[in-house]
Structure formats: structure tokens, C-alpha cells
């Protein structure tokens, strides 16, 4: 059976293919570890899971890499503002690389309690400045970057095309003037691949042009290129993305090889509070052992994020993650019904169960019809093992632990 996903380059849902053979080499945006991770960072993580998932599922063989986010990403997903590590590290008073490893630690922590697969590579910017520096050194002799007093800039307007992967319009933009204006800069869009340090900075490397640090989209191009080759399988991340971080990404990687690095841009939707945004400011941030605090478990909120298709937004109440953590241990229930159950099932009956479910995973990762699907066999009348194990196998997909349903039951 195809598997289809949507692909934000073409914006049409696609037949997926591997470039070579049987693995597919991906690439995901990794977090940026200067605090501990929201739950709408989850929603993109808990993607992520799905999409590994499926495509083991499908019989590929994976070559994933994330990268760890320890440098570069500054206030703004563009070029202002304070480096996002720095300023932790001032408020908390401590060294970035401390607060990183803190926050990463914390990060694995909650991806472990939610069953994510972990990427075969996780990579961290501040262990990759030499393949960065390379990367820049090739963007300024092949004439795509140029040197202003703040650092080293992309000049888009050596490219056929920019923007290729948003639908914005870049002299409307202009003329809408929310872009800095920086007299130095050749052409409003251009960004900085490459920043010049301030006295003050804490992380900075010895380079050409004087104490550095790279920009934040150099990193996944220099990585992505690192691990994966020029061109790759999938690239994923989330709709904030696309406009800033992988149009530049994308710039970089072709001033650089030519190429577009991925052949398919997978983008999660949002994961919103009261219909609106999640944001500090407004105190409606929460973490998974916030959740936790409140009875809610990790793997609760991932069902939670199953009632909506990754590429809608969804909306967190604590409602919905209350009623995903009665469905989890309703589905527990079901589960071991079944287990015990002593009744056979014929095979065709267990064989359109199983095509319907695959229809549904292998349609851009549709989860909320995957989930009907199990719901049906949880209460089906028959209570057979025959559907426990059709359920276990379903659950590699979901990645909601069943094979321990008994355990989390008892405890
Ligand atoms: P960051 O740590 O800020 O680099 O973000 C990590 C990932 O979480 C990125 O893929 C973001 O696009 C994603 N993300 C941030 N906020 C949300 C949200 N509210 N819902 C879903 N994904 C989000
Ligand atoms: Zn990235």
C-alpha cells in the first residue's frame, strides 16, 4: 500500500519514495534548550514519534537526525534580539553549556515518558562549529554571502527564487516594513548566516572574520549535510518554520550544493491554549510534569494529540487531557479484555481491520481515524486475543506502551 504525505514544497499530498533503496534518510528540528519544553513542543515531537513510526511500520529502515539547538537561535526566529542560550544563562547565572545540558537532560526525560522513538542522531550545534565554518567559508567564495560590521549575510538575490517554501510575498513584506532596516544589508531579506560577537558573549569561536557564532538555520543546513548528504528524504518541523528557519535553511543549502536538501518539508500545526496562543506572557504554558502534577499522563496528552490531524491546529484544555487519560485507561481495559478473552476471530475479519488501519496511517498520517479504528476493536463484542495482538501491532504505531497495559492498570 502508498504511503502519502503532504508535502509543504508542493503542497499536494504525494506517493513517498525513498530516494535510495530502503532507508530514508530525515532530518527534524530539534529543540532549542534554553528552558524546559512546552507541551506544544510535544504536539511536534509526538509528530515526529508518528511519522517514525509509520514509516518502520512500512518497512523502511530510518537514518534520523535532530539536532539539539545550543547556539544561534536568537530572541526573534530571524535577526533580532538576544541569543535565546545567553540570555538563560544570564538570568539564571549560570554557563550556557550548563543550562543546556540541564534542559536537554530535561528533554529526554519528557520524550522517554511520552514513548518517542529517539532520532538514530542527535546532534548538538556547539559540537558542529568546524562543519558550520566550512559551510559559511563555501556560501562567501561561491559569492552567496558577504561581510557587514555585524557579520557574515546571505544575499538572496543570488538565487533563481526565494521564497520557495512560504507563500509570502516578499515586497509586500517591504512594504509592510517588518523587516530591520540595516543600511549594510544588500537586500532587506537578506539573513545572517554568521554573527559577529559582541565584547559581551559568552559563546564565540575563533574564525576569519573574528570571535563568532553562527546563526541559527546554518546549523541544520551544516548538520543535515553532515549526516545525510546533500540531498535527503524528509524534513520536518513546525509551521513556524516555514517562513524563516527553513526558507533559509533551504537558501543556504542551495547556495552551498545547488540543491534543496529534502525532497519532502513535513510542518505540524499548533498546539493552541483556548483557541489562541501558548505563551509565557500569558501564563498558559505547560509542561509534561505540570500535567503530571494534575494526574495527567505523559502518555494521556499523547492520545490527546491524536483527536486532531497533525496538519490542524488543536486546542488544549484540561478537559480534553482529562478525557484522554479516562480513554487511555479505557483502552488498558479493552486492551487486556481482549487478552484474556477466549474466543478465535477469523482472519478476514482481522485482515480488514488491519487494511483499514494501514489506509488510515499510510493517508499523511491520519491518527484520528487510526484511532476509530481501534476504538472499534477495543469494543468489539468478541473478546479474543486474536485482537490483543492485532491491537499490539497497531500499537507500534501509536506508541502508547500496551504491551505494559496490565502494569499501568495495577499501579
Ligand atoms: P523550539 O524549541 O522553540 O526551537 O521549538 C521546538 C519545536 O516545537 C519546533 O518544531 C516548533 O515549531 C515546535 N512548536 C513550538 N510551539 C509549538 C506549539 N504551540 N505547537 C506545536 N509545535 C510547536
Ligand atoms: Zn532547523
Redesign the pocket.
Known sequence: MDLKLFNTLTKTEEVFRPLEGNAVRMYT?G??VYSY?HI??F??YVFMDNLRRVLKYNGYELKHVMNI?DVG?LESDADEGEDKMEKAARKENKDPYEIAAHYTQAFFKDMEELNIGKPEVVAKATDHIKEMLEFVKILVQKGYAYETSKGIYFDISKLDKYPVLSNRNIDEQIAGARVDVDEEKKNPYDFAVWIKAPKNHIMKWDSPWGLSYPGWHLECSAMGRKYLGDTFDIHT?????IPTHHENEIAQSKGCTGNIPAKTWMH?E??QVDGGK?SKSLGNVYTINELKEKGIEPLAFKLFCYTAHYRTKLNFTFDGVTSAQKALNRLRQGYVKHLEGTEIVEEDKLQEYEKRFNEAINSDLNMPLAMSIIWEIVRNEVKSPDFAKLLLKMDSVIGLDLENAKKYLES
Open positions: 528540528c529543540p532549542t519544553a506544544g513542543n504536539r511536534a539547538t537561535h518541523g513546525g509551521i513556524d518554520h505540524v499548533f498546539l501558548m
